[in-house]
């Protein structure tokens, strides 16, 4: 046995194995010898199954789950039944060891973990559409949350190590993270991994605008350490004096987070000041920990004036996530704002290692918000037949979103995503209650049923039997449990009154002596247009004269044909050639899946102006054509993760003189002349302009101009121009 384990490795490979291996398990908490011999027994299967493969570096292919076994120990704080599982994840989906093998040597937790991991990576087979995967992520993580939690892991260390791939497949993979694991890692309170995930992507997507923020971070740091240190002083003196254990952080906030901010807010980065958190964290018991807080914070604002509105207290009411803390902003010296959070040991494992720790603290606090979560998901999970990708949609907007707590009349809280309403209050609380739901009463006074709810909203509802949901009610609700019933419900109501236009239908078919068969119907569906049989009933009831469009067809041994040759109402989607491209007859070159662009019709996509020059990818959007996008395209990530198998890869074949169209913003201040003096600088440099817009506030302007540039050379070479002017703030490309 030993023998054929390691024939594959070299002598230096074992030694390396061996070395990551005992350097993982002096981290790995374990509680009786089984822990012990059972890690074992996992790592030399694992080592021996995988002793063919390697990874596309070239490197042993063990050493992947050895690492995501380390990840899951130290990064997310799990223990020896996760550092099992993650040595075997991948074993039986690229080796011969079945899990039949597993259940007899590791039993059967491990085996249901180890057959979640595989089954969550066959989800993400190219063919089957990614929104179908991310229900079955979700199927997982209520059997158990681990199976989950060591995705993650598996994820992080293949985004870590995603430079040996080749391009293409980067930008499926970043895109899938952005769309799936990012939020989720959000949601399990996995702070850290989600802002490495999204650092990746962005380093992948935007490499340009990520170099430039990880220079200009590397540039200012001394002068960023000086400020901090002279932020911190006078807060440590005190501090000290109180005699609390403690400890202090100042850390650069994460480059995608700051990248974020120069695009909301237009701003230069040398313009943003809150590029770094101030975190205190406190050494208390967990009966103290929430009044000594708000003893530092007093420390602070003694110290620094604090902005009022941005203190956010989520010791009293953690966020659904786990999330505890308290926050605030302070004007700090030289006048610039900074982020001081203040918390517990306690509140900050949970912060930074999310579920996991949660997990540990659970005894210590009887309200577990992951429990109320993982609920309301097995909730939606079981709820009728939803279309998946609906659900994928409904379910990423809850995802995302901060909550808000309110009562009901005898005083229980709920928890609700914000912008939630009396309806989603009342399908959250029986989807009866929410079908049949009249008005709604907020602290005592009527409300309308899209009223957004607010924190401490103590809501009664009313009902009647004969009340229920009606399309206008989609707009009135944000959660997916409330979305998908209202949906499920009117559907019901369309199938109802469907049957009525179909027992017509029949009586109509028998009066022309047509036979009531499966043909018959097809050819009707077909020459009118409509996409079922179900929906054919339904257009029937609700419009008896339709009946009489059957005078197009004849009738021949109880057959239906057509008669009429009438154009089928089809509207055929067209390729429109953008009207601004001055030669419309030039299209710019582009290899296509390293083949010659022609061969496909590919067109530019409006929605991202891609330009000579830019990362693109191509999207085979099926009925029209193929469309270039650019990597960060705003519709991109939700393409790729959707239809990963459309997407292809796309390069400039050549740069030609065509023109481009690009947008910029630029802000600037004293808008006095500001056209004239744009104009002549766009002009000077060769460059037509197609439109420019400008508006101002107070000596601040805005303006929005667009332009017609063959290359990003040009274009660049445009900004750092334009930026270079008198007056001008900053300038940015946008879509
Ligand atoms: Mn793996």
Redesign the pocket.
């Known amino acids: 046995m030993e023998a054929a384990t390691t024939s594959n490795y070299s002598p230096e490979e074992i030694k390396q194995i061996r070395f990551e291996y005992k350097t993982l398990l002096k981290s790995v908490d374990m509680k009786n010898d089984t822990d012990r011999k059972n890690i074992r027994a996992a790592f030399e299967l694992a080592v021996d199954a995988h002793h063919k493969q390697r990874r596309k570096s070239g490197e042993p292919y063990v050493l ?2 050895i690492e ?1 076994a380390r990840i899951c120990v130290q990064e997310i704080g799990l223990g020896p039944t996760a550092v099992i599982c993650a040595f075997l ?2 074993v039986v989906e690229d080796t011969d060891v079945t899990l039949e093998d597993l259940e007899e040597q590791f039993g059967s937790k491990v085996t249901m973990i180890v057959d979640g991991l595989t089954k969550l ?1 066959k989800a993400f087979d190219i063919k089957s559409p990614q929104a179908e995967n991310f229900k079955k992520i979700l199927q997982t993580l209520t059997k158990d949350v681990r199976v989950v939690l060591i995705k993650m892991a ?1 994820r992080l ?2 985004m870590r190590t995603l430079g040996s791939m080749p391009k293409h497949k980067q930008l499926k993979i970043a895109s899938e993270t952005a769309f799936i694991y990012a939020p989720l890692a959000h949601r399990l309170g996995l702070y850290n991994i989600k802002t490495e995930y999204q650092d990746i992507c962005m380093k992948i997507t935007d490499y340009e605008n990520y170099k430039m923020i990880a220079n200009k971070l590397a540039a200012t740091k001394v002068q960023r350490n000086a400020y901090i240190d002279s932020f911190i002083d006078p807060i440590k003196r005190e501090l000290d004096e109180t005699g609390l254990k403690y400890r202090i952080l100042g850390r650069p906030k994460s480059i995608s987070s700051i990248w974020k901010k120069i695009q909301t807010k237009k701003v230069p980065f040398e313009q943003i000041y809150d590029l770094f958190a101030v975190r205190i964290i406190l050494d208390v018991s967990a009966k103290m920990e929430k009044r000594k807080s708000w003893l530092v914070y007093s420390v602070v604002t003694d110290y620094y004036k604090p902005i009022p509105e941005r203190l956010k207290d989520w010791i009293s009411t953690p966020k659904s996530n786990g999330y505890e803390s308290l926050h605030t902003t302070v004007v700090g010296p030289e006048g610039r704002f900074v982020e001081v959070q203040v918390r517990s040991e306690r509140m900050d494992e949970v912060a930074e290692r999310g579920f996991a720790a949660h997990w540990k603290y659970k005894k210590m606090y009887s309200e577990n918000v992951f429990d109320y979560w993982i609920n309301s998901i097995r909730e939606l999970l079981e709820a009728p037949s939803t279309d998946a990708l609906e659900f994928v949609n409904d379910f990423k907007a809850n995802l995302f979103s901060e909550e808000v707590y309110v009562y009901t009349p005898k005083g229980d809280m709920r928890i609700l995503p914000k912008g939630a309403t009396p309806l989603d209050f009342a399908f959250g609380i029986h989807t009866q209650i929410g079908s049949h739901c009249t008005s709604a009463k907020v602290n005592g006074r009527m409300v309308p049923l899209g009223y957004k709810l607010e924190n401490g909203d103590k809501i009664y509802l009313t009902t009647s039997a004969n009340q229920k949901p009606n399309m206008a009610w989609l707009d009135m609700v944000i959660t997916s449990k409330a979305k998908s019933n209202i949906r499920t419900a009117i559907r019901k109501e369309r199938n109802k009154a469907g049957e009525l236009g179909k027992e017509a239908l029949m009586r109509k078919f028998n009066s022309i002596k047509a036979r009531w068969e499966e043909d018959n119907l097809n050819i009707i569906v077909k020459v009118f247009n409509i996409s079922s049989h179900l929906e054919l009933y339904y257009e029937i009831s609700q419009d008896k004269s339709w009946l009489s469009n059957l005078k197009k067809f004849e009738v021949k041994n109880g057959k239906l044909i057509f008669i009429k040759k009438v154009e089928a109402p089809v509207n055929r989607p067209r390729i429109s050639i953008p009207k601004h491209r001055k030669k419309a007859v030039d299209q710019p070159k582009l290899l296509i899946n390293g083949e010659n662009g022609e061969k496909y019709k590919y067109s530019l996509s409006n929605c991202c102006n891609p330009v000579q020059g830019d990362l693109v990818f191509a999207f085979n959007a099926v009925g029209a054509g193929v469309k270039i996008h650019r990597t960060i395209c705003p519709n991109a990530t939700s393409m790729m993760a959707n239809y990963g198998h459309r997407i292809m890869k796309a390069e400039w074949a050549s740069l030609n003189n065509i023109d481009f169209v690009a947008d910029l913003t630029i802000t600037g201040t004293d808008g006095r002349g500001v056209v004239q003096q744009l104009t002549n600088v766009i002009t000077d440099l060769g460059i037509d302009m197609r439109s420019i817009t400008m508006t101002g506030i107070e000596g601040i302007y805005e303006g929005k101009i667009s332009v017609f540039v063959n290359n990003t050379n040009t274009l660049n070479n445009l900004i750092i121009t334009l930026k270079q002017e008198k007056g001008v703030n900053s300038v940015i490309r946008t879509n």
């Open positions: 992947h789950p995501v994840h991948d990576d598996d260390h293949n």
